[in-house]
Each structure stands twice: as structure tokens, then as C-alpha cells.
């Protein structure tokens, strides 16, 4: 694996089951627990981010940080990250021990709770690691929860994705979540702005989303995203752009069931693909996928 790739890799199955898990899958935070070792790879981490987030993040995952109780000097209490989120958008963050199966992801999203992995990465695997630990999922996803169009989007996904599973079409919806809050970017006027919490979280991806000239960016189309594959272990090749951060509500808004039944023939397309009928921002020239065509 590249040591370049800082990005995480979401498995769609659950690692393995937790010793005497909860039906829901959530721990202690455990946050007593956390060694110094553990404190100084999250403040090594957040540091570099937060220095190269200006710029580069959009104005709600900016706004959303600088409300949040968080610092390099510590791995966040996830209740007092609680307290605030609340307070904002009415989401907590539950802790987990690492994937959580999809209904029971879907469950906890449904209802305002983000399960947030309890464990941090080793500072040997700095740039690149299986699952979403805290710094992924804390640092990445929670700034975007303060924000109420985000927190309805990511609770409207929840519940359609327990209605996705039993239509069998999980898959498709997955990729809606992949590309808006994993990978998404927003088009600000003061320029190209990263709101998806895997590119947040990821030094080379924030950098290589927005300056690179390698990967397509594409205007978000429903269908188009729910047609179009991803990767998930190395940077994507293409990146959709939402106009504004209000899409989202239109999107939680959206009665996918039309889509899943144009969705049971026609065609997938591949991360890399470029249709004539795609609204482009940016048509990338390949040269990274090129250069490092499989990395496995
Ligand atoms: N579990 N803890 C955790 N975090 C995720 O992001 C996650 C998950 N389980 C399933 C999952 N994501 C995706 O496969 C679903 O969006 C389909
Ligand atoms: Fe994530």
C-alpha cells in the first residue's frame, strides 16, 4: 500500500465482532484509557490538518470546528463533543469499536447518534489505515454534523438506508453517501471547497481533491453518483460538486423510489468514467490513476 494513501478504507463488512458487544454495537469511549502515545498521534494529526484546512475546507466544516470543544492537545471526550453537537443539530456521537454492520449503521444515523470509532490509528500507519478510527470520523465527519443541512442529509441517508437494503439496492445508495459525505466538494464563489469527511481527514486527499489536476469534478447528478462505482483504497478518480451546501436538504428531500426503479437496468459506470451528458467542472487528465494503475 501506497504510504502516501492517508485515506480510510471503509470495508462494506463489519470487522470483527467486539467480545460482549451491545445489540448496537456501542462501547465506552474509554477515554481514561487513552495513553500519551495515542493523545500525541491525534495531535499530530489535527495539527497538520488544521494547517492545511484553510483554503481548502468549505465555510461550514470551518464554521463547524472552530464550535466544537477540540484540540491538537487531546483526543476529544466524545461527550462533551456531545454536549455542543447537541446543542446545534441535535446529533450525539456514540463510540464504536470499528464498522459496525449496515442496519445497525443505518439505525444509529436514523436517529441522530454517529457511531465514531474509539481507537486511533499507530503513528506507524499515519497516512493510511483500514477503518475509520476517532481522527477519520471525529475530525472528519462532526465538524459537518453542526451544520443543519448536513445533520438532516446524513439522518434522511439513515433512513433510506433501511429502505435501500430491504429494495436491494444498498449498493447504489452507498455511493450517494461516498460521494457527498465521504468524497464530496462544494463550489463556493470564492472557489472549489471540500465538505466529504474522507478527504478532510486526509492530508495528500485534501490537497490532491482540490490542486490536482489528475481527477475528473463533475457537477452532482443523482443518478449519474448512484450509477458510478468508487474506490476505496486509493484517491478517487472523480470528485461531484454540489453548487451549495442546500442541495443536501433537497437531496434528504428526495423520494429515491422513482430512482431505484430506473435503477434496475442501464448502466454502472467506473470511477474514471466521463459522459457527454456530465456537467464538468474539471476534466481530469489521469495521471495518477495511470501512474499507479493497481495498487494490490
Ligand atoms: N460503520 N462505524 C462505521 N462507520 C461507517 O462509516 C460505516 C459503518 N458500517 C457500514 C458503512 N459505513 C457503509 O458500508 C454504509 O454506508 C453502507
Ligand atoms: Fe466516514
Same mark, same amino acid.
Given at each position: 500500500?501506497? %504510504?502516501?494513501?492517508?485515506?480510510?478504507r471503509?470495508?462494506? %463488512?463489519?470487522?470483527?465482532?467486539?467480545?460482549?458487544?451491545?445489540?448496537?454495537?456501542?462501547?465506552?469511549?474509554?477515554?481514561? #484509557?487513552?495513553?500519551?502515545?495515542?493523545?500525541?498521534?491525534?495531535?499530530?494529526?489535527?495539527?497538520?490538518?488544521?494547517?492545511?484546512?484553510?483554503?481548502?475546507a468549505?465555510?461550514?466544516?470551518?464554521?463547524?470546528?472552530?464550535?466544537?470543544?477540540?484540540?491538537?492537545?487531546?483526543? &476529544?471526550?466524545?461527550?462533551?463533543?456531545?454536549?455542543?453537537?447537541?446543542?446545534?443539530t441535535?446529533?450525539?456521537?456514540?463510540?464504536? &469499536?470499528?464498522?459496525?454492520p449496515?442496519?445497525?449503521?443505518?439505525?444509529?444515523? #436514523?436517529?441522530?447518534?454517529?457511531?465514531?470509532?474509539?481507537f486511533?490509528?499507530?503513528?506507524?500507519?499515519l497516512d493510511?489505515?483500514?477503518?475509520?478510527?476517532?481522527?477519520?470520523?471525529?475530525?472528519?465527519?462532526?465538524?459537518?454534523?453542526?451544520? &443543519?443541512?448536513? #445533520?438532516?442529509?446524513?439522518?434522511?441517508?439513515?433512513?433510506?438506508?433501511?429502505?435501500?437494503?430491504?429494495?436491494?439496492?444498498?449498493?447504489?445508495?452507498?455511493?450517494?453517501?461516498?460521494?457527498?459525505?465521504?468524497?464530496?466538494?462544494?463550489q463556493?464563489?470564492d472557489?472549489?471547497?471540500?465538505?466529504?469527511?474522507?478527504?478532510?481527514?486526509?492530508?495528500?486527499?485534501?490537497?490532491?481533491?482540490?490542486?490536482s489536476?489528475?481527477?475528473?469534478?463533475?457537477?452532482?447528478?443523482?443518478?449519474?453518483?448512484?450509477?458510478?462505482?468508487?474506490r476505496i483504497?486509493?484517491?478517487q478518480?472523480?470528485?461531484?460538486?454540489?453548487?451549495?451546501?442546500?442541495?443536501?436538504?433537497?437531496?434528504?428531500?428526495?423520494?429515491?423510489?422513482?430512482?431505484?426503479?430506473?435503477?434496475?437496468?442501464?448502466?454502472?459506470?467506473?470511477?474514471?468514467?466521463?459522459?457527454?451528458?456530465?456537467?464538468?467542472?474539471?476534466?481530469?487528465?489521469?495521471?495518477?490513476?495511470?501512474?499507479? &494503475?493497481?495498487?494490490?
Amino acid at each position: 500500500m501506497n %504510504a502516501d494513501n492517508d485515506k480510510v478504507r471503509h470495508g462494506l %463488512a463489519a470487522g470483527p465482532a467486539a467480545a460482549s458487544q451491545r445489540a448496537d454495537w456501542t462501547v465506552d469511549q474509554g477515554w481514561a #484509557a487513552y495513553t500519551a502515545e495515542q493523545h500525541a498521534v491525534w495531535k499530530t494529526l489535527y495539527e497538520r490538518q488544521t494547517r492545511l484546512l484553510p483554503g481548502l475546507a468549505c465555510d461550514a466544516f470551518v464554521d463547524g470546528m472552530n464550535k466544537l470543544p477540540m484540540s491538537a492537545e487531546r483526543i &476529544p471526550n466524545f461527550e462533551e463533543l456531545s454536549e455542543t453537537l447537541h446543542a446545534a443539530t441535535g446529533w450525539q456521537i456514540v463510540a464504536v &469499536p470499528g464498522l459496525v454492520p449496515d442496519d445497525v449503521f443505518f439505525d444509529h444515523l #436514523a436517529n441522530r447518534r454517529f457511531p465514531s470509532g474509539n481507537f486511533i490509528r499507530g503513528a506507524h500507519e499515519l497516512d493510511y489505515l483500514e477503518e475509520p478510527d476517532v481522527f477519520h470520523d471525529v475530525f472528519g465527519h462532526v465538524p459537518m454534523l453542526m451544520n &443543519p443541512l448536513m #445533520a438532516d442529509f446524513i439522518q434522511a441517508y439513515g433512513k433510506g438506508g433501511l429502505r435501500a437494503q430491504s429494495l436491494g439496492k444498498l449498493t447504489e445508495l452507498a455511493r450517494v453517501y461516498w460521494y457527498t459525505v465521504e468524497f464530496g466538494l462544494v463550489q463556493q464563489t470564492d472557489g472549489l471547497r471540500i465538505y466529504g469527511a474522507g478527504i478532510a481527514s486526509s492530508l495528500s486527499e485534501s490537497r490532491f481533491s482540490i490542486q490536482s489536476d489528475s481527477p475528473n469534478r463533475i457537477a452532482f447528478d443523482l443518478e449519474r453518483v448512484m450509477r458510478t462505482n468508487y474506490r476505496i483504497d486509493d484517491f478517487q478518480e472523480v470528485y461531484f460538486v454540489l453548487d451549495d451546501l442546500q442541495d443536501l436538504l433537497a437531496l434528504a428531500n428526495t423520494e429515491f423510489a422513482p430512482y431505484y426503479v430506473r435503477l434496475d437496468g442501464g448502466p454502472t459506470y467506473m470511477p474514471g468514467d466521463m459522459l457527454t451528458t456530465d456537467k464538468v467542472s474539471h476534466r481530469g487528465t489521469g495521471n495518477y490513476h495511470r501512474a499507479a &494503475p493497481d495498487k494490490h
